[in-house]
């Protein structure tokens, strides 16, 4: 599927919603993919992407920069506090703020460097043991935290179990997002994200949908 079906896919589903057309922002997802197939999708004039690790954007995202003007990069894995500085300074947005610890360091950091990255909450909706993600009950707490800290929130972020219908993790999200205020709302993956946005998605992580099967590095 190309960049410009996905692109139309949202536009449908903007429409039936009710919302203005661009009102969604599209992340490719291009973590582990190779550098020529990311180059493609810059070349067709896509400039926001998604990456899960800190080193490997790190290996890959500063030489696009120096090709391309104006791009987007998220941060949409787990963020270890050790490598906070580092992605802070080479993300434009992190999604997946989770804990008290990293929170705070992201405070530190912000005060030393003068800027932030924008900064989603990720909330653990279907508390799964192995994900990442405060769990719903102190979503609202979590998040008055990180205000104190003046962390500039941009919203929040979830994954839903593969199992569960993921509509009813949409809307817990956004139902814990409106009460506290939040406006963006990043959830749905290539499999779900007209559903996401129906129930209000700003942001939608597509990867596999673009840019094909992931390619595993070799061991």
């Known amino acids: ?22 009102s969604v922002k599209l992340i490719a997802v291009s973590k582990v993919q190779p550098n020529e197939r990311v180059r493609g999708v810059l070349d067709e004039g896509h400039r926001c992407f998604g990456e899960n690790r800190v080193q490997e954007a790190m290996e890959k995202w500063p030489d696009f920069m120096r090709d391309y003007s104006d791009i987007d990069l998220h941060l949409i894995g787990p963020l270890q506090t050790n ?7 080479l993300f434009s947005a992190i999604h997946s703020v989770d804990r008290p610890k990293l929170a705070r360091t992201l405070a530190r950091l912000a005060q030393e460097i003068g800027a932030c990255p924008d900064l989603f909450i990720q909330v653990n909706t279907g508390e799964e043991d ?9 979503a609202d ?5 990180c205000r104190d800290l003046d962390l ?36 749905g993956m290539s499999g779900d994200f007209e559903k996401a946005i129906a129930l209000g998605a700003t942001h ?11 390619v595993k590095p070799q061991e």
Do not use: W, Y
Request: charged content about 20%.
């Open 1 to 22: 599927m190309s960049l410009h079906d996905i692109a139309t896919r949202i536009q449908k589903a903007e429409t039936a919603a009710g919302r203005p057309n661009g």
């Open 83 to 89: 490598k906070a500085r580092q992605a802070m300074e």
């Open 130 to 138: 192995q994900k990442a993600g405060v769990i719903p009950a102190e």
């Open 141 to 145: 707490a979590f998040i008055a935290e």
């Open 152 to 187: 500039p929130l941009a919203g929040l972020m979830c994954i839903p179990p593969v199992e569960e219908e993921p509509a009813l993790h949409f809307a817990l999200l956004a139902k814990i997002a409106d009460r506290n205020g939040l406006t963006g709302l990043s959830m």
């Open 204 to 214: 939608v992580r597509v990867g596999s949908a673009i840019f094909g099967e992931r």
